[in-house]
């Protein structure tokens, strides 16, 4: 029994991982019905960004952690401004395949910047487990569970609470009734692709940290796509619930079934539930139920 609750707690923390990554879909998504396939390479990006700060440049986590955020939200304005701007009004498959091309040219750029060989990144969290009774986590990915359940309160109060969210809700409604209202549609999806960056890096610290960084790492965007869709592509905390449900069938899968597959069903499970979910429920679990799907 003590097995089976580690294997259920651990499929939780990843799962939480997985909804923060998961996130980065879906504030984008929310604004700009853009569904950006290059999310895995924005993460570790953010990840090479905040690696050069303290590895590169020596700087304290305290200087260098506010300083990689500011970064990538720039960097995250500026991709939305000279890639995705002038995509506005273009098709659906035009959208999703510059997010394709947004994919490789960030490869690219990692490879030229920081080389192909992995880099050892800054253990930001202390690499002593944390031991409860006769259960032991990782520290990052604990400490990492509890920084995403307050991101994730965090994103839900702004986009529900606060005016400025209120008009990011309103843009991912309809942009034809927000621009009727006043709303600038342009800086609405500005916004959510600078915030998108922002999250992705945060899940870069947890994800990365005490860990080897190189462009590779990027496939963690591809097991969130399964969460974004599991949730709705418009759901804040649909994306959590779809995370933990996610995380502990892994995890389930890892510990009771990979033995039997070769450990190929732990690696398949993410998206045999994004192929059941697409069939079965198109918008996910929460999701709206009048979007447009790929």
Not at 227 to 254: C, Y
Request: net charge neutral; glycine share 10%.
């Amino acid at each position: 029994m003590t097995d089976f609750f580690q294997y259920l707690i651990n499929g939780v923390l990843v799962g939480l991982l997985y909804a923060m990554i998961a996130l980065g879909f879906i504030v984008i998504y929310r604004a700009g019905r853009i569904l950006n396939l290059a999310q895995g390479e924005v993460v570790v990006f953010g990840g090479f960004i905040v690696w050069t700060f303290i590895a590169g440049a020596s700087l304290s986590l305290w200087i260098a952690l506010p300083l990689s955020l500011l970064s990538v939200l720039v960097i995250g304005f500026l991709v939305e401004r000279g890639i995705f701007r002038p995509m506005i009004g273009q098709s659906i498959f035009a959208n999703v395949m510059i997010t394709v091309g947004l994919m490789v040219l960030m490869r690219g750029v990692m490879l030229v910047i920081w080389g192909a060989d992995a880099q050892s990144f800054p253990a930001i969290f202390s690499l002593k487990a944390i031991e409860i009774g006769p259960l032991s986590f990782t520290r990052s990915l604990f400490i990492g569970g509890i920084i995403a359940l307050g991101v994730f309160a965090a994103i839900h109060w702004v986009f529900e609470k606060t005016r400025w969210g209120l008009r990011l809700t309103t843009v991912a409604e309809d942009h034809v009734v927000a621009q009727s209202m006043g709303i600038s549609v342009k800086r609405s999806i500005a916004i959510a692709w600078a915030i998108g960056f922002v999250l992705s890096t945060l899940a870069a610290v947890t994800f990365l940290s005490g860990q080897s960084i190189n462009f590779l790492v990027s496939e963690i965007g591809l097991r969130a796509l399964p969460v974004a869709l599991l949730a709705g592509l418009e759901s804040i905390w649909g994306a959590a619930l779809a995370g933990i449900i996610i995380g502990v069938g892994e995890a389930m899968a890892a510990a009771y079934l990979d033995e039997y597959t070769m450990g190929a069903m732990s690696e398949a499970f993410p998206f045999v539930i994004m192929l059941i979910i697409l069939l079965v429920r198109p918008q996910g679990l929460f999701g709206w139920k009048i979007i447009e799907r790929i």
